[in-house]
């Protein structure tokens, strides 16, 4: 029978998602995965281990904190971990695929938005780093898709694809729980989902400036409320560990847009929350930065015949004189001066600089092509 802790916090899955990152952290483990035996008890795990030829140890206790209170006691080299009640949780190591970058060996990361546009970009080219990679969509077909593409490349288990909703505090709660049960803990969480939806006062309805709003302002708290507590307790139990929260924020939130005040407002406003859950959270070493891309032209988001931002700026009559669509792509690469839009691998390049600089958080880092420079 389960143990009333167990049932306390709603199912084996949930109690196991609460301990595995902190086996994670205690073993200095790249990898924690976890088989669930709700009637496992020390005999048949003592049997489990003997047939099986592993080294293990078992945990037994009333709540959570005494199963916390044995993992600093745990042999280094233990090959499985058994919690009565609950199941097996197994430690490993990162094998480096020749084939990967090892900048992000052993590093767990989740890209909100990852089925299309910047966020699929993003996701692969953190993959391509070593990462393992969870392409969160609410499009659960395309990013089941682009896992396993990920997957072919790479090798099994480098991708998973989880459905998931940032707007919605329950869904995102079982994002960052799939994420434990799959790979042991979380080291990055980009917040990349986003929308637009351009125009002017008199056009702006009220439920468009809300939905922007929800999208790439509150949903940010969301996330980084969840994420952040899978990262704090990894660091209780390894207090030299870091992890980073970054947020894909936008030029625009650097400098006002006109016409595209409800986007610009929510950008705005994400460099405040990056800035304050940088002060709350640096005491765990969770690292909360902004990456402000200039404009990715050749993503859906713009490019999109029927519902992007150069379609949407051409009707919102935003660029003055422009009659097609090429007319307002033109004034936009014009106020580059690398001519060039920005692209995933751009923004790849400095989310990996913020994972591997230990002393930069709170920040809002440009990758303009020089569009905005700041003071």
């Given at each position: 029978?389960?143990?009333?802790?167990?049932?306390?916090?709603?199912?084996?899955?949930?109690?196991?998602?609460?301990?595995?990152?902190?086996?994670?952290?205690?073993?200095?483990?790249?990898?924690?995965?976890?088989?669930?035996?709700?009637?496992?008890?020390?005999?048949?795990?003592?049997?489990?281990?003997?047939?099986?030829?592993?080294?293990?140890?078992?945990?037994?206790?009333?709540?959570?904190?005494?199963?916390?209170?044995?993992?600093?006691?745990?042999?280094?080299?233990?090959?499985?971990?058994?919690?009565?009640?609950?199941?097996?949780?197994?430690?490993?190591?990162?094998?480096?695929?020749?084939?990967?970058?090892?900048?992000?060996?052993?590093?767990?990361?989740?890209?909100?938005?990852?089925?299309?546009?910047?966020?699929?970009?993003?996701?692969?080219?953190?993959?391509?780093?070593?990462?393992?990679?969870?392409?969160?969509?609410?499009?659960?077909?395309?990013?089941?898709?682009?896992?396993?593409?990920?997957?072919?490349?790479?090798?099994?288990?480098?991708?998973?694809?989880?459905?998931?909703?940032?707007?919605?505090?329950?869904?995102?709660?079982?994002?960052?729980e799939q994420t434990v049960l799959a790979f042991?803990?979380?080291?990055?969480?980009?917040?990349?989902?986003?929308?637009?939806?351009?125009?002017?006062?008199?056009?702006?309805?009220?439920?468009?400036?809300?939905?922007?709003?929800?999208?790439?302002?509150?949903?940010?708290?969301?996330?980084?409320?969840?994420?952040?507590?899978?990262?704090?307790?990894?660091?209780?139990?390894?207090?030299?560990?870091?992890?980073?929260?970054?947020?894909?924020?936008?030029?625009?939130?650097?400098?006002?847009?006109?016409?595209?005040?409800?986007?610009?407002?929510?950008?705005?406003?994400?460099?405040?929350?990056?800035?304050?859950?940088?002060?709350?959270?640096?005491?765990?070493?969770?690292?909360?930065?902004?990456?402000?891309?200039?404009?990715?032209?050749?993503?859906?988001?713009?490019?999109?015949?029927?519902?992007?931002?150069?379609?949407?700026?051409?009707?919102?009559?935003?660029?003055?004189?422009?009659k097609t669509v090429a007319d307002v792509r033109?004034?936009?690469?014009?106020?580059?001066?690398?001519?060039?839009?920005?692209?995933?691998?751009?923004?790849?390049?400095?989310?990996?600089?913020?994972?591997?600089?230990?002393?930069?958080?709170?920040?809002?880092?440009?990758?303009?092509?020089?569009?905005?420079?700041?003071?």
């Open positions: 029978m389960a143990k009333q802790w167990i049932e306390e916090l709603g199912s084996v899955e949930k109690a196991a998602a609460r301990i595995a990152p902190a086996i994670r952290a205690a073993l200095h483990a790249d990898f924690v995965c976890f088989s669930a035996m709700p009637d496992l008890d020390a005999a048949s795990f003592a049997s489990a281990c003997r047939n099986g030829g592993l080294t293990g140890e078992f945990l037994e206790g009333a709540d959570l904190e005494a199963i916390y209170a044995q993992l600093p006691k745990l042999a280094q080299d233990v090959q499985t971990i058994g919690v009565g009640g609950l199941g097996c949780f197994a430690p490993k190591q990162a094998t480096p695929a020749a084939s990967r970058d090892q900048r992000l060996c052993g590093k767990v990361a989740i890209v909100t938005g990852s089925a299309q546009g910047f966020g699929d970009g993003i996701a692969r080219e953190l993959a391509a780093r070593g990462a393992c990679v969870v392409i969160a969509d609410l499009n659960d077909a395309l990013a089941q898709k682009n896992a396993d593409e990920l997957n072919a490349t790479y090798g099994a288990s480098v991708a998973i694809a989880v459905k998931a909703d940032v707007t919605n505090e329950a869904s995102v709660e079982a994002l960052i042991g803990g979380l080291d990055l969480f980009v917040s990349n989902a986003g929308i637009v939806r351009a125009g002017s006062l008199e056009e702006m309805s009220l439920a468009d400036f809300e939905l922007v709003t929800k999208i790439n302002y509150t949903a940010f708290f969301i996330c980084t409320k969840y994420a952040s507590r899978v990262m704090k307790l990894q660091h209780r139990f390894d207090p030299e560990r870091y992890a980073d929260i970054v947020q894909i924020n936008s030029k625009s939130g650097l400098d006002g847009s006109n016409k595209n005040f409800a986007y610009a407002g929510s950008k705005f406003g994400g460099i405040g929350l990056v800035q304050s859950f940088a002060k709350e959270l640096v005491e765990h070493n969770v690292k909360v930065n902004a990456i402000c891309p200039g404009n990715y032209y050749e993503g859906p988001l713009w490019s999109d015949p029927d519902k992007g931002l150069f379609v949407q700026y051409l009707n919102a009559g935003k660029i003055p004189g422009a033109e004034s936009y690469v014009s106020k580059v001066p690398m001519r060039k839009g920005c692209s995933p691998l751009d923004v790849a390049r400095a989310i990996c600089y913020c994972v591997e600089q230990e002393n930069e958080t709170g920040q809002a880092i440009p990758v303009t092509g020089g569009q905005i420079m700041l003071a």
